[in-house]
């Protein structure tokens, strides 16, 4: 079953949802070295290799893998080509490219542990969201460039940095041990910013390539450099783009003005209709099925995670926007939202053009959460814009993606673990969080290979994810490797 922290419920898609390389002489562990003993000797090497990690992170953050734009294919062939080589350069076995209807999973694995020991599914993404606006970027995106302990770049926290840990952890236990405590199959996508479109179709016909114990989803952070936490739920992701359509083409403004709709004034009013006074979502239904939270798993969620104080100056701002009656942990982590990602029409550049614009187009994503069902939403939606749109102009509204929010069980041995390498690497125990963010690929595990997910990373809340001047915080980092390391270590113990 699936468990909150004092309420069992069922999502309804689910059953159980939940640098360089061993090239030289091996340095033996002895057998008689105990498993922690192995971890801590390994960990012992990761702290002598930062530099040389870092150096490495830079050329993998280099490339501008953006998913979203043809004109970065290339790019996102040399992004899968470079993880490929460090795979082959560990020497895990049947390394590939794997092809998609889109970009490529990259694939390998490592299957010479012990008898008994746990297959891992080591999931991420080696694709980087766009970087507009690109004006407001203090370094060039694709330039790594260290300001006090971050490393600024595109995709440096989303999520290069996060599985350059996993590899490097990896190559730790190798280049300490000759081999890895437990096995391996990597798995990383190239479509994970596009709402991973083709991963479904991917996962359904390579279960053989991805069976596995359980899967270690590295696409996920922690509270604070000082507040380890583990994510134990992911919202949901509905992605939209609406056109409305006025006249057949772009009128003068002088000429027409007054007496022909104007689809931008149009628009605008439409998106201000999507939410009430009180921050919530206007569309018909949309809260009906939202599941109902225990105030135990409010008040563990608001005891631990950001204070609202917190989450104003990590975002910027001076002033906390959201739905009445919720804190912004509680609007981030148990509530969906309705956001406007971007708008476009008329005229945008530089001076003036007196333009009535024939188009307005805005893209929509709502965050959803047990148990909000995605055909409900797209109806709704369309339901909203054909009843409040006025006959003077046409609306077109296109899904883009969807993907299911997620909750893990969280009393199982591979989260034990987790929870443990957490605490010896960080200094202090973890604390179970929900995130606001969408993983897709968990739940599609779960329904594909009955595959449980433990969500272990290592990015922080004020990273700028998706966000100009993205950055990683490299004593984080550092740590993550150490936790990634310890956390394969304890994997092997029984008494786990």
Same mark, same amino acid.
């Given at each position: 079953?699936?468990?909150?922290?004092?309420?069992?419920?069922?999502?309804?898609?689910?059953?159980?949802?939940?640098?360089?390389?061993?090239?030289?002489?091996?340095?033996?562990?002895?057998?008689?070295?105990?498993?922690?003993?192995?971890? /801590?000797?390994?960990?012992?090497?990761?702290?002598?290799?930062? +530099?040389?990690?870092?150096?490495?992170?830079?050329?993998?953050?280099?490339?501008?893998?953006?998913?979203?734009?043809?004109?970065?294919?290339? +790019?996102?062939?040399?992004?899968?080509?470079?993880?490929?080589?460090?795979?082959?350069?560990?020497?895990?076995?049947?390394?590939?490219?794997?092809?998609?209807?889109?970009?490529?999973?990259?694939?390998?694995?490592?299957?010479?542990?012990?008898?008994?020991?746990?297959?891992?599914?080591?999931?991420?993404?080696? +694709?980087?969201?766009?970087?507009?606006?690109? *004006?407001?970027?203090?370094?060039?995106?694709?330039?790594?460039?260290?300001?006090?302990?971050?490393?600024?770049?595109?995709?440096? $926290?989303?999520?290069?940095?996060?599985?350059?840990?996993?590899?490097?952890?990896?190559? $730790?236990?190798?280049?300490?041990?000759?081999?890895?405590?437990?096995?391996?199959?990597?798995?990383?996508?190239?479509?994970?910013?596009?709402?991973?479109?083709?991963?479904?179709?991917?996962?359904?016909?390579?279960?053989?390539?991805?069976?596995?114990?359980?899967?270690?989803?590295?696409?996920?952070?922690?509270? $604070?450099?000082?507040?380890?936490?583990?994510?134990?739920?992911?919202?949901?992701?509905?992605?939209?783009?609406?056109?409305?359509?006025?006249?057949?083409?772009?009128?003068?403004?002088?000429?027409?003005?007054?007496?022909?709709? *104007?689809?931008?004034?149009?628009?605008?009013?439409?998106?201000?209709?999507?939410? +009430?006074?009180?921050?919530?979502?206007?569309?018909?239904?949309?809260?009906?099925?939202?599941?109902?939270?225990?105030? /135990?798993?409010?008040?563990?969620?608001?005891?631990?995670?950001?204070?609202?104080?917190?989450?104003?100056?990590?975002?910027?701002?001076?002033?906390?926007?959201?739905?009445?009656?919720?804190?912004?942990?509680?609007?981030?982590?148990?509530?969906?939202?309705?956001?406007?990602?971007?708008?476009?029409?008329?005229?945008?550049?530089?001076?003036?053009?007196?333009?009535?614009?024939?188009?307005?187009?805005?893209?929509?994503?709502?965050?959803?959460?047990?148990?909000?069902?995605?055909?409900?939403?797209?109806?709704?939606?369309?339901?909203?814009?054909?009843?409040?749109?006025?006959?003077?102009?046409?609306?077109?509204?296109?899904?883009?993606?969807?993907?299911?929010?997620?909750?893990?069980?969280?009393?199982?041995?591979?989260?034990?673990?987790?929870?443990?390498?957490?605490?010896?690497?960080?200094?202090?125990?973890?604390?179970?969080?929900?995130?606001?963010?969408?993983?897709?690929?968990?739940?599609?595990?779960? *329904?594909?290979?009955?595959? *449980?997910?433990?969500?272990?990373?290592?990015?922080?809340?004020?990273?700028?994810?998706?966000?100009?001047?993205?950055?990683?915080?490299?004593?984080?980092?550092?740590?993550?490797?150490?936790?990634?390391?310890?956390?394969?270590?304890?994997?092997?113990?029984?008494?786990?």
């Amino acid at each position: 079953m699936i468990r909150s922290p004092s309420t069992t419920f069922r999502p309804p898609f689910v059953k159980l949802l939940n640098g360089g390389f061993h090239t030289g002489r091996q340095e033996p562990v002895s057998e008689m070295s105990s498993n922690e003993a192995k971890s /801590e000797a390994v960990v012992a090497y990761v702290r002598l290799n930062h +530099d040389r990690y870092l150096s490495e992170l830079k050329e993998y953050v280099s490339i501008p893998s953006i998913s979203t734009l043809p004109e970065n294919k290339k +790019d996102m062939e040399r992004a899968a080509q470079w993880l490929k080589a460090q795979l082959e350069k560990m020497q895990f076995a049947n390394t590939a490219i794997l092809p998609t209807e889109g970009h490529p999973v990259v694939y390998g694995e490592w299957l010479k542990a012990p008898p008994g020991s746990p297959i891992v599914l080591v999931y991420g993404h080696y +694709d980087v969201q766009p970087v507009d606006p690109l *004006n407001e970027w203090l370094s060039p995106p694709f330039t790594p460039t260290m300001r006090g302990d971050r490393l600024f770049a595109r995709g440096a $926290a989303d999520m290069k940095g996060q599985g350059h840990a996993v590899l490097k952890s990896l190559e $730790a236990w190798m280049t300490k041990t000759g081999g890895l405590p437990v096995n391996v199959r990597f798995f990383f996508e190239g479509e994970e910013e596009l709402g991973s479109p083709h991963l479904e179709a991917f996962i359904a016909k390579n279960k053989e390539k991805l069976t596995s114990t359980f899967c270690l989803n590295c696409d996920g952070g922690i509270a $604070a450099p000082d507040k380890p936490s583990m994510v134990y739920g992911l919202r949901g992701l509905e992605y939209f783009e609406v056109w409305v359509r006025g006249a057949e083409s772009d009128l003068h403004s002088g000429r027409y003005g007054g007496a022909v709709a *104007n689809p931008a004034v149009v628009l605008a009013g439409l998106i201000d209709g999507l939410h +009430d006074d009180d921050g919530r979502v206007t569309l018909r239904g949309f809260y009906d099925k939202v599941r109902t939270v225990s105030q /135990e798993e409010r008040d563990e969620l608001n005891g631990h995670g950001f204070t609202d104080d917190e989450w104003r100056k990590s975002a910027g701002v001076k002033t906390l926007y959201g739905e009445k009656g919720f804190t912004s942990s509680e609007r981030v982590g148990i509530r969906p939202t309705l956001e406007v990602n971007g708008m476009l029409s008329g005229f945008t550049g530089v001076g003036q053009k007196t333009v009535l614009p024939a188009t307005a187009m805005v893209k929509i994503s709502m965050r959803t959460v047990p148990y909000q069902e995605s055909a409900q939403i797209d109806a709704s939606l369309r339901d909203y814009f054909r009843q409040y749109a006025p006959p003077t102009v046409t609306v077109d509204i296109k899904r883009i993606s969807t993907g299911p929010y997620a909750i893990v069980e969280r009393n199982t041995p591979q989260l034990r673990a987790a929870s443990k390498a957490l605490e010896q690497s960080y200094g202090a125990k973890p604390f179970f969080e929900l995130e606001g963010g969408s993983i897709p690929v968990v739940g599609l595990l779960k *329904n594909h290979l009955g595959v *449980n997910t433990v969500v272990l990373g290592c990015g922080l809340a004020d990273d700028k994810l998706h966000a100009p001047n993205e950055g990683l915080h490299l004593p984080t980092y550092y740590k993550g490797i150490e936790a990634y390391a310890r956390f394969f270590g304890l994997l092997s113990s029984p008494t786990t």
